[in-house]
C-alpha cells in the first residue's frame, strides 16, 4: 500500500470556522509533511514532523495548527483563516527525514476555499 | 538561497516524439532532485529520485539526468503519449531534506 489518504476532498469555510483536514498512510514512513500550493503555483512546504515530533514549521501563521497524534495520522487544524488562504492543500510521507534516498509520497490534497 | 528554475513553462507536442524537460538549481549542495507528475487539481506522483551521487536514473520511458556541478537536471521522455499530458515538477532535496520546488512544465501531448 502506497497510499496517501486525504480528507475531506473539498472544503468550505467561512473566515470564522473550525475546521481539520486529516492525513492518513499505512506505509511505515515516519516523516510527514504538509504543502499549500496555489492554482499554477508549485508546493510550498508549511511543516515536517519526524516520529510524530515537529521539526520544522517554515514561518506558517498561527491559524494553522499542525498536529500529529500517532505515526500513521496527521492533522492540520485550521481557525480564523483568511480568503488567501485558499489553497490545494497536500499532505506528504516519506520513510524518514534524514535520508536522500527517500521519496515523498504525496495525497490527493484538500481544495480549501475561504470565504 | 536555492532557487530552482524548469524550462519551458509549456510545451505541446504530436504523440509518439521523444521530448526532454529542463530543471537548473542555484546551490549545487544538494541531497537528491527528484521529478514528479501532476494532473489537473490532483496530488503529485513521485517519477523519479536522483541522488546526489547518481547521475541518472530510468523507469520505463523516462529517463531522467543529473548534472550537479552544472546545476541541472533532464527528464527524457519517449514516445511520447496523449496520457503523459500533465504539469511536471522538479524539486531539490536540501541539506534539511526540505523540498524544493520549480515552477513546473505543462506538457501537452496531441494525438
Known amino acids: 500500500d502506497t497510499e496517501v489518504t486525504q480528507t475531506p476532498k473539498h472544503l468550505v469555510m467561512g473566515m470564522t470556522n473550525k475546521k481539520s483536514l486529516k492525513c492518513e498512510q499505512h506505509?511505515?514512513?515516519?516523516?510527514m509533511y504538509w504543502y499549500k500550493q496555489k492554482a499554477k503555483k508549485p508546493p510550498e512546504l508549511m511543516f515536517v514532523?519526524?516520529?510524530?515530533?515537529?521539526?520544522i514549521n517554515e514561518s506558517v501563521p498561527s491559524r494553522f495548527s499542525p498536529e500529529c497524534p500517532n505515526s500513521s495520522l496527521l492533522n492540520l487544524h485550521l481557525h480564523a483563516l483568511q480568503p488567501e488562504d485558499s489553497a490545494l492543500y497536500l499532505c506528504?510521507?516519506?520513510?524518514?527525514?534524514?535520508?536522500?534516498?527517500?521519496?515523498?509520497?504525496f495525497g490527493p490534497g484538500t481544495r480549501l476555499t475561504v470565504l | 538561497k536555492q532557487e530552482v528554475t524548469q524550462i519551458p513553462a509549456a510545451l505541446s507536442v504530436p504523440e509518439g516524439e521523444n521530448l526532454v524537460l529542463n530543471c537548473s538549481f542555484t546551490?549545487?549542495?544538494?541531497?537528491?532532485l527528484q521529478w514528479f507528475r501532476q494532473d489537473p487539481g490532483k496530488g503529485l506522483t513521485s517519477l523519479l529520485l536522483?541522488?546526489?551521487?547518481?547521475r541518472e536514473q530510468t523507469s520505463g520511458r523516462l529517463n531522467a539526468s543529473l548534472d550537479k556541478s552544472s546545476g541541472r537536471s533532464t527528464l527524457y521522455i519517449a514516445a511520447s503519449q496523449p496520457g503523459d499530458s500533465a504539469t511536471y515538477l522538479c524539486?531539490?532535496?536540501?541539506?534539511?531534506?526540505?523540498?524544493?520546488f520549480g515552477s513546473g512544465t505543462r506538457l501537452l501531448v496531441r494525438p
Open positions: 506528504a510521507s516519506s520513510l524518514q527525514t534524514s535520508s536522500s534516498t527517500d521519496t515523498q509520497y
Open positions: 506505509m511505515g514512513h515516519r516523516a
Open positions: 514532523y519526524s516520529y510524530e515530533k515537529l521539526s
Open positions: 546551490d549545487s549542495a544538494i541531497y537528491n
Open positions: 536522483i541522488q546526489s551521487s547518481q
Open positions: 524539486a531539490v532535496g536540501d541539506s534539511s531534506y526540505k523540498l524544493i
